[in-house]
Structures are given as structure tokens and as C-alpha cells.
């Protein structure tokens, strides 16, 4: 394999910067999907919704077959 050939690829790679996600980018995102599941679950616990769920698990549970 020509080590030249090697070479160029990694200072090519070198200089298009990082592909990845950083630490902080990490932690951003984290927190991001934190408060996501966090408004998630106020929503599907609110009483609306529960009682929505809760008459359409009777309506289902009462159904003829």
C-alpha cells in the first residue's frame, strides 16, 4: 500500500473538521430528550387525557363480540 497515498487521506480527513458530536453537544441533546419525555409525561397524565384513555379502555372492554 503506497503510505502517500495514506498520508493525504488523513490530512484531508484532518481538515474537514470534526464529523462526530462533541461532549457538550452531547449533553445539549440529552437535556433536549430529558425535557421532551418530561412534557411527554405531564401530557399523558393530565386528566384529559387520562380520562380520554380510561373511557376508551371501557368503551373497548364493554364491547360486544
Same mark, same amino acid.
Given at each position: 500500500m503506497?503510505?502517500?497515498w495514506w498520508t493525504r487521506?488523513?490530512?484531508r480527513a484532518a481538515a474537514a473538521g470534526e464529523a462526530?458530536?462533541?461532549t457538550a453537544e452531547y449533553a445539549v441533546g440529552t437535556? %433536549? &430528550?430529558c425535557a421532551l419525555a418530561a412534557?411527554?409525561?405531564k401530557v399523558v397524565t393530565s386528566g384529559a387525557v387520562?380520562?380520554?384513555l380510561q373511557a376508551l379502555?371501557?368503551?373497548g372492554l364493554h %364491547? &360486544?363480540?
Open positions: 503506497d503510505m502517500r487521506v488523513r490530512c462526530g458530536m462533541t437535556l %433536549a &430528550a412534557v411527554l409525561y387520562s380520562a380520554a379502555i371501557e368503551k %364491547a &360486544a363480540f
